[in-house]
């Protein structure tokens, strides 16, 4: 098998991202281990770190978004950036650490035994944040519909207030307009 050098494996969490570099000294494999924190000035300690090191192969496992910064950060450089989807990375049952994590993802890594995951580029994952953000905002107008309605129901307005008509009314409040109440509103 083709063997990647120098490369390295990250694992990456909320506050910090162990690293493992794989680099050849005097034809030996020899492993750096270091941990940043993951603010912007240390991520891009990593990046020079890694520039300096002339890494050329980056693999991390996609947990959570944790990720994302980090992949944001050293994808300016010049690496080759592998994401692993966790589940295909897993480590044998045994001790687990941050340390042995960084380690396992650089092996795997270093012999080409990593899937990589699809990242789209920019303006794809800009595209898609705008998606879902309008799908959320609009989950939550429909369940504030539903809870005006239900309000209503208790009420005991439904007959003399159409639903659509509430919700008519209520939408200009939100904005910060006085409500124009229809003939049919004003008579309840």
Known sequence: MEVLYPCCGLDVYKETVVT????????????????FSTTTARLMSLSEWLTANACTHIAMEATGVYWKPVWHILSDGDFAMVLANAAHVKNVPGRKSDVKDADWVSDLLAHGLIRPSFV???????????????KQLTREKVSHIQRIQKTLEDANMTRSICSREAVRYSEPQVRGNEPAMSRRTAKV
């Open 20 to 35: 493992c570099m794989r680099l050849v000294i005097d034809g030996k494999v020899v492993k750096q281990v270091r941990t």
């Open 120 to 134: 789209p580029d920019s303006p794809t994952q800009e595209m898609r944040t705008l998606l879902r953000t309008r």
